[in-house]
């Protein structure tokens, strides 16, 4: 079974920056519209935002990472990359990535297994 392996977590103060990579190895990279999810502690794993298959457009769900968070991809190394800045305390969270044929089925779960995700914690 498919599984994507995130990295580039760490521990930042708030208005530091952060780059995540998800590498998805063994699949047809560019037929999935790739995304990033994220989940709090005590919380559910929730959708924040996702790249379409070439990369030309992106689709955010949640207003509040828009100005600071950037999705990329780069489709010859099977790579999602995820540029974050002016983080947040409220940003801390597991980060994972995964991938669907279409934008409804990856927002709903994705097509992969998840992976261990990249901790990302913000101080204050």
């Known amino acids: 079974q498919v599984q994507p392996v995130e990295s580039g977590g760490g521990l930042v103060q708030a208005g530091g920056s952060l780059r995540l990579s998800c590498v998805v190895p063994?699949?047809?990279?560019?037929?999935?519209?790739m995304g990033w999810f994220r989940q709090a502690p005590g919380t559910k794993r929730e959708f924040v935002v996702a790249?379409?298959?070439?990369?030309?457009?992106?689709?955010y769900e949640e207003e509040a990472v828009k100005d600071r968070f950037t999705i990329s991809r780069d489709n010859t190394k099977n790579t999602l990359y995820l540029q974050m800045n002016s983080l947040k305390p409220e940003d801390t969270a597991t980060y994972f990535c995964?991938?669907?044929?279409?934008?409804?089925?990856?927002?709903?779960?994705?097509?992969?297994?998840w992976g261990q995700g990249t901790q990302v914690t913000v101080s204050s």
């Open positions: 995964n991938g669907d044929r279409t934008l409804t089925g990856l927002k709903q779960s994705g097509t992969f297994a």
């Open positions: 063994g699949v047809p990279f560019s037929s999935y519209a």
């Open positions: 790249i379409s298959m070439g990369g030309g457009q992106t689709y």
